[in-house]
């Protein structure tokens, strides 16, 4: 019960919040390839941190249960583990950079 009422005071802050940025009305003409891109690298980096932290959560569970079933293999798992855990990340990063390029772009 308690996630559901930190969920809904999440969901309802940000649903109140958002109506000062809605509220100027856009012409279809205003939309041009500069409100793409931004749009773009927007929904670019938010794909990347969903997967990346899906790819996270999967390794870091098959680690965990492998060493859990045998706990002699720590060792031998551990590292390409971590391994694994930066490569994800390292995705999620260079994702971030082409956003971050994607909207200096749009910037000048």
């Known amino acids: ?26 012409s279809p003409e205003q939309w041009n390839a500069r409100a793409w891109m931004g749009f773009a690298a927007a929904i670019g980096i938010g794909i990347a941190a969903f997967g990346g932290s899906l790819g996270q959560g999967r390794a870091a569970s098959a680690a965990l249960d492998g060493i859990a079933r045998n706990p002699n293999a720590s060792d031998k798992m551990f590292t390409p583990m971590l391994l694994s855990l930066a490569l994800i990340e390292s995705l999620v990063i260079y994702s971030f950079v082409i956003s971050i390029i994607i909207v200096l772009r749009v910037a000048q």
């Not at 308690?2 to 009305?25: C, D, G, H, M, N």
């Open 1 to 26: 019960m308690k996630r559901f009422i930190t969920a809904s005071l999440y969901f309802l802050s940000v649903w109140l919040f958002t109506f000062p940025a809605l509220a100027q009305e856009v």
